[in-house]
T-cell receptor, first 115, second 113 residues
Framework: DTAVSQTPKYLVTQMGNDKSIKCEQN?????MYWYKQDSKKFLKIMFS???????INETVPNRFSPKSPDKAHLNLHINSLELGDSAVYFC??????????????FGQGTRLTVV | QKEVEQNSGPLSVPEGAIASLNCTYS??????FFWYRQYSGKSPELIMF????GDKEDGRFTAQLNKASQYVSLLIRDSQPSDSATYLC?????????????FGSGTRLSIRP
């Protein structure tokens, strides 16, 4: 069973389009994240949700809107896509702050290419 | 100052030698520290975690933590070509009731046969 799964794995789209990436975790974790990894491999946190509540928004443009219908799902919707949005987007989950083991478990990534 | 800093490398080490990877972090309130390995085109995978000062060994890997110096390191003994990857240092910052896991920019490690 895949612990953190995100779809699609590849996404190629034109500038100006709107797209969504879905993420689901079956680990029972309270916290879910979206990270963006650019061409230089830097993994930058975008959002963090804890039990469906937005906790962290790291100065991400308003065009990016995360949605968490329940604590097992965290989707990412992107409006008006720009060339600079091209990157690999990783969903991850972890236990909450008080847990002994709090490492992040990652999905397989979504490679977004905006043309 | 970046929250988590690593030397980007590449770090080239001969097969069988010890690879030493270093990381510093800025937030003294950080609770947990992790090392992830990422192969090209794959997602990061956890290889070590450490919470307390000192050394922690797991097979060929040893993580070292010095909270006073805000320093984390990873030693890989008997390096193998399969260890060639990017190694990401990560820190779980204390943030309310949620986790906030911040990554360094990664160190590219190349093991030469």
């Amino acid at each position: 069973d895949t612990a953190v799964s995100q779809t699609p794995k590849y996404l190629v789209t034109q500038m100006g389009n709107d797209k969504s990436i879905k993420c689901e975790q079956n680990l029972g974790h309270d916290t879910m994240y979206w990270y963006k990894q650019d061409s230089k491999k830097f993994l930058k946190i975008m959002f963090s949700y804890n039990n469906k509540e937005l906790i962290i928004n790291e100065t991400v443009p308003n065009r990016f809107s995360p949605k968490s219908p329940d604590k097992a799902h965290l989707n990412l919707h992107i409006n008006s896509l720009e060339l600079g949005d091209s990157a690999v987007y990783f969903c991850a989950s972890s236990r909450g702050q008080g847990a002994m083991r709090s490492e992040a478990f990652f999905g397989q990534g979504t490679r977004l290419t905006v043309v | 100052q970046k929250e988590v800093e690593q030397n980007s490398g590449p770090l080239s080490v001969p097969e069988g030698a010890i690879a030493s990877l270093n990381c510093t972090y800025s937030d003294r309130g950080s609770q947990s520290f992790f090392w992830y390995r990422q192969y090209s085109g794959k997602s990061p995978e956890l290889i070590m975690f450490i919470y307390s000062n000192g050394d922690k060994e797991d097979g060929r890997f040893t993580a070292q933590l010095n909270k006073a110096s805000q320093y984390v390191s990873l030693l890989i003994r008997d390096s193998q070509p399969s260890d060639s990857a990017t190694y990401l240092c990560a820190v779980n910052k204390a943030y309310s009731s949620a986790s906030k896991i911040i990554f360094g920019s990664g160190t590219r490690l190349s093991i030469r046969p």
